[in-house]
Nanobody
Framework: QAQMVESGGGLVQAGGSLRLSCAAS????????MSWFRQAPGKEREAVAC????????KYVESVEGRFTVSNHNGINMLYLQMNSLKPEDTAMYYC?????????????????????WGRGTQVTVSS
């Protein structure tokens, strides 16, 4: 049974750091590209980062470039997001997702349509 489970969210002051984890299991494809998205109340879902299965290529949206680092442990389909220099505008529910049709992040990965499996999210709250 496919499952994506996020963890590591919490409350942190501006300028602080958090490390999110995502454990994927039971996926029909064992070499998925994986990504992080986030959504704040009243706002549309926003892409954050994507990493290919091998970990050799990473993609970020401009708003987190230089502050966030996505990584993985492909042997057990673990996904991580190291978040530094957090800002109040980073406050959101963070979701991990897996693309089981390809091992790399497509050019349109930010749309989210490539990712068939999603976790239920972990809340990140950054206070000012």
């Amino acid at each position: 049974q496919a499952q994506m489970v996020e963890s590591g969210g919490g409350l942190v002051q501006a300028g602080g750091s958090l490390r999110l984890s995502c454990a994927a299991s039971g996926l029909p494809f064992h070499r998925p590209a994986m990504s992080w998205f986030r959504q704040a109340p009243g706002k549309e879902r926003e892409a954050v980062a994507c990493i290919n299965w091998s970990g050799s290529n990473r993609k970020y949206v401009e708003s987190v470039e230089g502050r966030f680092t996505v990584s993985n442990h492909n042997g057990i389909n673990m996904l991580y997001l190291q978040m530094n220099s957090l800002k109040p505008e980073d406050t959101a529910m963070y979701y991990c997702a897996a693309d089981v049709t390809r091992p790399f992040c497509s050019d349109s990965w930010t749309k989210g349509d490539d990712f068939a499996y999603w976790g239920r999210g972990t809340q990140v709250t950054v206070s000012s």
